[in-house]
């Protein structure tokens, strides 16, 4: 019994920077992701060394880099970040809706 209890720190210890390297990632990416939505520059997301998800922050990386650049800073873009954010969700809502009623997107 006194070795469990004199083993119960480094059990805690350990548990806790396991969920760190779980959930830090996972909290840094929802972070990044709304300064994108908000129409932010956004550096290339890099985890720990010893983080869980590392191919997340390269499949992230390739996404923003394949995005074309804001326009809005130069007065071309049509929308805000917003409107376009409001749009994609009424978009994403739509198809929900569709797919619940048994609704094909081939049928559009």
Excluded: C
């Amino acid at each position: 019994m006194q070795r469990v209890i004199a083993l119960f720190p480094v059990f805690a210890y350990d548990s806790i920077k396991l969920s760190h390297r779980f959930v830090g990632p996972i909290m840094r990416l929802r972070r990044v992701l709304r300064q994108a939505a908000l129409g932010e520059h956004v550096p290339p997301l890099q985890f720990r060394q010893d983080d869980f998800w590392q191919d997340l922050a390269g499949s992230f990386n390739t996404l923003m880099e394949r995005l074309p650049p804001d326009s809005s800073a130069d007065g071309t873009s049509e929308q805000s970040p917003s409107a376009k954010t409001v749009e994609l969700a009424r978009a994403g809502a739509d198809m929900s809706a569709s797919d619940s009623r048994g609704g094909s997107h081939a049928n559009r």
